[in-house]
T-cell receptor, first 115, second 118 residues
Framework: GAGVSQSPSNKVTEKGKDVELRCDPISGHTALYWYRQSLGQGLEFLIYFQGNSAPDKSGLPSDRFSAERTGGSVSTLTIQRTQQEDSAVYLC?????????????FGPGTRLTVT | AQKVTQAQTEISVVEKEDVTLDCVYETRDTTYYLFWYKQPPSGELVFLIRRNSFDEQNEISGRYSWNFQKSTSSFNFTITASQVVDSAVYFCALSEGWSGGGADGLTFGKGTHLIIQP
């Protein structure tokens, strides 16, 4: 079946602009996760959704970051007033349900470059 | 405090050699899960294995094997008879319930870049 898909695959934006990153999880997976991968910080967990609910938003780097999920499926990660330090690969993952036991399946990522 | 440590930043071996990637973790939980992921040059993280804290049996899957030792908080990964296609960055990750939700994201190590030379 289809894996996790993300769009766009690459995004170049000017500092100060807003961007929206999209994730489409594996069908039937109720949990969805966002991570950021950068050279300096490695792989950082940002936020997860169980259904449409995000119980803990403390992993988001700043209040310029927000995420939502509707219909228990597609999720968007929005970065407002982008800064150069936001440049990274943003990865989305999904799992059958939330919980420690379930492996997460990752999408190909969106490479964000802020100029 | 760093919770997952992969001390080997880069390893380079010649094809057909065996290679072991080290992973040391830290947690206050008694129940937790450990994972290995592979990230080939294409960039997509590929799930390799999951192990829970109560199961210390070693696991073998083809040329891959994993050694989990709670006494040393280690979960090492060995590739036997390495092949060029094994070249990738390998990540060890931890999932624990300490933060309360039991469903937080994975905590990854920094990764080990494995280079298999022909």
């Amino acid at each position: 079946g289809a894996g996790v898909s993300q769009s766009p695959s690459n995004k170049v934006t000017e500092k100060g602009k807003d961007v929206e990153l999209r994730c489409d999880p594996i069908s039937g997976h109720t949990a969805l996760y966002w991570y950021r991968q950068s050279l300096g910080q490695g792989l950082e967990f940002l936020i997860y959704f169980q259904g449409n609910s995000a119980p803990d938003k403390s992993g988001l780097p700043s209040d310029r970051f927000s995420a939502e999920r509707t219909g228990g499926s597609v999720s968007t990660l929005t970065i407002q007033r982008t800064q150069q330090e936001d440049s990274a690969v943003y990865l989305c993952a999904s799992s059958l349900t939330s919980g420690r036991a379930y492996e997460q399946y990752f999408g190909p990522g969106t490479r964000l470059t802020v100029t | 405090a760093q919770k997952v440590t992969q001390a080997q930043t880069e390893i380079s071996v010649v094809e057909k050699e065996d290679v072991t990637l080290d992973c040391v973790y830290e947690t206050r939980d008694t129940t937790y899960y450990l994972f290995w992921y592979k990230q080939p040059p294409s960039g997509e993280l590929v799930f390799l294995i999951r192990r829970n804290s109560f199961d210390e049996q070693n696991e073998i899957s083809g040329r891959y094997s994993w050694n989990f030792q709670k006494s040393t908080s280690s979960f090492n990964f060995t590739i036997t008879a390495s092949q060029v296609v094994d070249s990738a960055v390998y990540f060890c990750a931890l999932s624990e319930g300490w933060s309360g939700g039991g469903a937080d994201g994975l905590t990854f190590g920094k990764g080990t870049h494995l280079i298999i030379q022909p």
